[in-house]
Structure formats: structure tokens, C-alpha cells
Nanobody, 118 residues
Framework: QVQLVESGGGLVQPGGSLRLSCAAS????????MGWYRQAPGKERELVAT???????NYADSVKGRFTISRDNVKNTVYLQMNSLRPEDTAVYFC????????????WGQGTQVTVSS
């Protein structure tokens, strides 16, 4: 079972930027499509972005043009560059292979807290 460790979160002012990292304990190439997800207080977890091994990306409408997902299959790390952050981006951010996130009871890591506030 792959272990995923998210990092890079923090407190940032509206309009600011953060770069999240998701380090895997083994090859992410074999995991296929990787995704970033987030869960805000009182809300369900939602998909933020996905990326295939070939670099094809997909984004939630709410983050298009502001967030960029990338992956480094040598370092076994997935990134999420977040620009022009808004208070509504405040959430705990998680990463997972897409096929794991689709399970009825997926395992999730600790996530990393992102708080956007002045």
C-alpha cells in the first residue's frame, strides 16, 4: 500500500500563492492518474485537479486558471501550484491516485491545511 505525505500548506492572504507537494513511498508512475482533493469545514471532499502519466490535466471549474497540477515520476511527487488564492480555497488538501479516491472507502493521508485569510 502506497504511503502519501502532503505538505506545503499554511496561512496565506487572499491573492497569495502556495505550492503543495505530495510525496509517495513508491512509484507514482504505476499508480496512474494522480489527483488533488480538498475538504472544507462542513463540506464533502471534492476533486481539485488530476494529472495522467502523460501530463494531461483536468481541473475543477472553481480553480481553472489559478491552480496547476504537475508530477515528477522520478521523485515520486505530485505538486499543486496555487495562485490567486481566495478565502473559499480554505480547506484540507489531500492527494491520492484517482482509482483509490474512487473506492467506496478510500484511505486518505493526513492532508495539509490551507487557510486563506487576511
Amino acid at each position: 500500500q502506497v504511503q502519501l505525505v502532503e505538505s506545503g500548506g499554511g496561512l496565506v492572504q487572499p491573492g497569495g500563492s502556495l505550492r503543495l507537494s505530495c510525496a509517495a513511498s513508491r512509484s507514482i508512475f504505476r499508480l496512474g492518474v494522480m489527483g488533488w482533493y480538498r475538504q472544507a469545514p462542513g463540506k464533502e471532499r471534492e476533486l481539485v485537479a488530476t494529472i495522467t502519466n502523460g501530463g494531461t490535466t483536468n481541473y475543477a471549474d472553481s480553480v481553472k486558471g489559478r491552480f496547476t497540477i504537475s508530477r515528477d515520476n522520478v521523485k515520486n511527487t505530485v505538486y499543486l501550484q496555487m495562485n490567486s488564492l481566495r478565502p473559499e480555497d480554505t480547506a484540507v488538501y489531500f492527494c491520492n491516485p484517482q482509482f483509490v479516491a474512487a473506492l467506496k472507502q478510500p484511505n486518505w493521508g493526513q492532508g495539509t491545511q490551507v487557510t486563506v485569510s487576511s
